[in-house]
Each structure stands twice: as structure tokens, then as C-alpha cells.
């Protein structure tokens, strides 16, 4: 919320209730990270369909909007589909971390064996190529 003489405006804000009643085509708001978007204006304009935004109409999409990998600009381009963010009973603490850096969210292990992954392939093809060359190509 603003404070007594700032020139920002207040923040909305809504229960998850509130934006449970706004689940359909012709009026489509979304949670994501505890801000609410009234996104029925950019339904035709979203790239992967409008049936993915009406998919998690009503509800939280924070959780399906990290997994898809939105770019900086998309993040952006959400701003002015910004109608509020949640009340304070209703915020999901967790979505903050997911929001700030949810790519770093990766285990050790899974870190490691995307690791040795990336190497293992090529390292194979190129013991392959020496011995199909070696035996086949050039027995001598």
C-alpha cells in the first residue's frame, strides 16, 4: 500500500476467493508470485494459446508459468495486466523464492549428472567414429 503522502496509488487487493469468480473467457484473471492479472484482453495475443491462460483461470499459475520458462520480456510485457496482488492471508511464501530464482532451484545431483550428460555423448560418438575408422576404414 502507498503511504500517507507518496504520489504511488494504492495497491489492490484480493482474496483468492474474489479471484476464483473470474474463470472464463469473457473475464480471465490469473495469480502469479501473489499479484493479480486480469489477462482477458491478451488471451488471443498469448502466444501458446488462449487455452493455457483459461487452463488456470480463477487460480494460482505461478507453478505452470516457472515450468514453461517465460523470457525477461515476457515478464514484462504482464505489467499492465496488473489489476492487485493478494491479501496478506493469502500470499504463498514459497512463490517468492520460485519468482527471484527459480532456475537455481536445481540439486547437486541434478546439477552433476546434466554434467557428466553433456560430455558423455560426444566422448562415446568419438570412440566410435576412431574405431569404425580403425577397423573398417583403415585396417592397416
Do not use: C
Not at 20 to 29: G, I, L, Y
Not at 97 to 112: A, L, T, Y
Request: without cysteine; negative net charge; proline residues 4%.
Amino acid at each position: 500500500m502507498a503511504t500517507e503522502g507518496s504520489t504511488t496509488t494504492a495497491t489492490k487487493l484480493y482474496s483468492r476467493a474474489e479471484v476464483a469468480k473470474h474463470n472464463h473467457s469473457e473475464d480471465t484473471w490469473i495469480i502469479i508470485h501473489n499479484k493479480v492479472y486480469d489477462v482477458t484482453a491478451f488471451l488471443n495475443e498469448h502466444p501458446g494459446g488462449e487455452e493455457v491462460l483459461l487452463e488456470q483461470a480463477g487460480i494460482d499459475g505461478s507453478e505452470p508459468f516457472e515450468d514453461v520458462g517465460h523470457s525477461s520480456d515476457a515478464r514484462h510485457m504482464m505489467e499492465p495486466f496488473k489489476i492487485g496482488e493478494l491479501i496478506e492471508e493469502d500470499r504463498t511464501k514459497s512463490e517468492e523464492k520460485k519468482s527471484r530464482d527459480w532456475s537455481s532451484e536445481k540439486s547437486e545431483d541434478d546439477e552433476s549428472s546434466g554434467s557428466w550428460r553433456s560430455w558423455l555423448i560426444p566422448v562415446a560418438l568419438g570412440v566410435l567414429a576412431t574405431l569404425v575408422y580403425r577397423y573398417f576404414i583403415n585396417p592397416y
